[in-house]
């Protein structure tokens, strides 16, 4: 079940004023690409808010990482609560992401709830950064909401 509100986000993403959940059970590379496209959407509009939506909440998230040049490596990709700059940083390059290709790779099951892992590739490109095409993966948590554990975002594609 999906709606939209401004840009297409996965039902089940608490946006302020929504109360449509998709189920529990539904976790499959539909809802694994709608939500990944919900995410690059977000990032390139700026919107923040919708972004701190679209990633679980500690202890859920693992990390949000991004190879250099102007990252998020280390010890900062696994802190949750330095998500917020890193976006507003990139956004204020002007960076946009744009997903290249989409390959869903698996469901199973963890700690009560369904995770959907993928893969893709991303074009990136910023004021401070030619375009270039980078690999990423991904884990979306499908439980009462879907949201992003993780997004790894690779090294230049050549």
């Not at 079940?1 to 996965?10: D, E, K, T, Y």
């Not at 449509?20 to 939500?35: E, I, K, L, M």
């Not at 202890?59 to 991004?66: G, L």
Request: hydrophobic letters at 45%; proline letters at 3%.
């Amino acid at each position: 079940m999906r709606f939209s509100v401004g840009l297409a986000i996965v039902a089940a993403v608490a946006l302020p004023g929504s109360s449509t959940a998709t189920p529990v059970g539904s976790c499959d590379a539909s809802d694994a690409r709608y939500a990944f496209n919900a995410f690059v959407s977000s990032f390139n509009a700026g919107k923040y808010t919708d972004l701190q939506t679209i990633f679980a909440a500690e202890p859920d998230f693992m990390w949000h990482a991004v190879a250099p040049p102007y990252g998020r490596v280390a010890a900062r990709s696994f802190n949750r609560a330095t998500l917020d700059a890193y976006f507003r940083a990139r956004h204020g390059k002007r960076e946009v992401l744009k997903l290249v290709t989409f390959n869903f790779a698996s469901t199973h099951e963890r700690d009560g709830a369904l995770l959907a892992n993928f893969n893709g590739t991303l074009a990136r490109k910023a004021n401070d950064l030619r375009l270039e095409r980078r690999g990423f993966k991904a884990a979306l948590r499908c439980s009462d909401q879907h949201q992003f554990i993780i997004v790894s975002i690779g090294t230049k594609i050549a």
